[in-house]
């Protein structure tokens, strides 16, 4: 949460001419809701379910896509298999600048900075076997973000399948 990974996601998508999937956004179109309200209303961990059944179905897209998926589908063991077969980039940093930034859209679920650097630090040590790069967005522009996530997808090579 507050990484950037709506505002980089429909960035790289619109360079890489890409279908772009948000788990904010798939849960907003589903229930009418944001995620915010849906933890509140039906708790946290039916949230959890919900944003890894919006990237399943994102995965399932015929194109390659950008997707820009909640931190808590590597909560969800079977999607490291689905995710092992794409590139996935990893944007963290600093809790305290991460949380401050989180705070201000309102739609997401409010977590104060201690739970929030204990869940980031989980989430990224569950999902770092599966990143192919990993940005830290501290002191960052969305700009700068893209641009390095192109240099590294790039680097892989054509052949590698990314999502």
């Known amino acids: 949460m507050g990484s ?3 505002t980089v996601g429909k960035e790289l998508a619109r360079r ?14 589903a229930y009418r809701v944001t995620g915010r309200e849906l933890a509140a209303a039906h708790g946290v961990a ?3 379910r919900v944003e890894a059944e919006a990237l399943r179905v994102a995965l399932a ?5 950008v997707i ?7 909560d969800s063991p079977d999607l490291e298999v689905a995710l092992s077969d794409v590139s996935v980039v990893l944007l963290g940093g600093q809790a305290e600048v991460l949380e401050a930034r989180a705070r201000k859209g309102g739609h997401r679920r409010p977590v104060p900075v ?9 989430r990224a040590e569950r999902l770092r076997p599966i990143v192919s790069l990993e940005v830290d967005v501290t002191n960052l522009g969305p700009d700068d973000v893209v641009s390095r996530i192109l240099s590294a ?5 054509p052949e590698t399948p990314s999502c």
């Open 16 to 29: 890489l001419g890409r279908p772009f999937f948000d788990s904010d956004e798939q849960i907003r179109a």
């Open 68 to 74: 820009a998926a909640a931190a808590s589908v590597a």
């Open 46 to 48: 039916r949230l959890h």
């Open 61 to 65: 897209s015929d194109r390659p896509s």
């Open 114 to 122: 201690e739970g929030y650097a204990a869940l980031s630090a989980r």
């Open 4 to 6: 950037g990974k709506t």
């Open 153 to 157: 997808l790039r680097s892989l090579g």
